[in-house]
T-cell receptor
Framework: KAGVTQTPRYLIKTRGQQVTLSCSPI?????VSWYQQTPGQGLQFLFE???????NKGNFPGRFSGRQFSNSRSEMNVSTLELGDSALYLCASSLAGREQFFGPGTRLTVL | QKEVEQNSGPLSVPEGAIASLNCTYSDRGSQSFFWYRQYSGKSPELIMFIYSNGDKEDGRFTAQLNKASQYVSLLIRDSQPSDSATYLCAVNRGVLTGGGNKLTFGTGTQLKVEL
């Protein structure tokens, strides 16, 4: 069974731009969660989608948004990028709302 | 007080020894507990999960949970150099208690297994 896939794997953007990241969960998994990992703050929860609905949201500004499609694939968008948004963005999928399996991540660099 | 606390390490153990990694959490509503392993430059990999008080063993790994003390630990027996990584403790209130699938992570403990 294929694991969680994320695209693109690496991105370089400049301040003020926006970016869209994509995540395809493990087949059959309906829950997709997004996390940001930085050296200073560690792993922090962004939001979770289940059956196309945002079920949970972390403490991030409104510039961070997401959505989920009917096939459970999910995208997250960051608008008006800031230098501090440089991070590893991780997507995790879950079948029954417990164990979460992470994808390889998207490394975003904001210049 | 951080929600999930871990000693950042590094924790150095000789090859073949038992590595003991500890984690405390503050939310008494936490229902699910996870250990992830993360190699440098890679994403976290789930290695153990535990939901009930007591011990859970899987191969060389044993997870221990004590909800009364709000404490969860990971033991790695017969440690190998390939076990050298950062180990992240994560907790979840759970879907049934309104926590959805939000994992709260500790900052991780760096483990070094020396030859």
């Amino acid at each position: 069974k294929a694991g969680v896939t994320q695209t693109p794997r690496y991105l370089i953007k400049t301040r003020g731009q926006q970016v869209t990241l994509s995540c395809s969960p493990i087949s059959g998994h309906r829950s997709v969660s997004w996390y940001q990992q930085t050296p200073g703050q560690g792993l922090q929860f962004l939001f979770e989608y289940f059956s196309e609905t945002q079920r949970n949201k972390g403490n991030f500004p409104g510039r961070f948004s997401g959505r989920q499609f009917s096939n459970s694939r999910s995208e997250m968008n960051v608008s008006t990028l800031e230098l501090g948004d440089s991070a590893l963005y991780l997507c995790a999928s879950s079948l029954a709302g417990r164990e979460q399996f992470f994808g390889p991540g998207t490394r975003l660099t904001v210049l | 007080q951080k929600e999930v606390e871990q000693n950042s390490g590094p924790l150095s153990v000789p090859e073949g020894a038992i590595a003991s990694l500890n984690c405390t959490y503050s939310d008494r509503g936490s229902q699910s507990f996870f250990w992830y392993r993360q190699y440098s430059g890679k994403s976290p990999e789930l290695i153990m999960f535990i939901y009930s008080n007591g011990d859970k063993e899987d191969g060389r790994f044993t997870a221990q949970l004590n909800k009364a003390s709000q404490y969860v630990s990971l033991l790695i027996r017969d440690s190998q150099p390939s076990d050298s990584a950062t180990y992240l403790c994560a907790v979840n209130r759970g879907v049934l208690t309104g926590g959805g699938n939000k994992l709260t992570f500790g900052t991780g403990t760096q483990l070094k297994v020396e030859l």
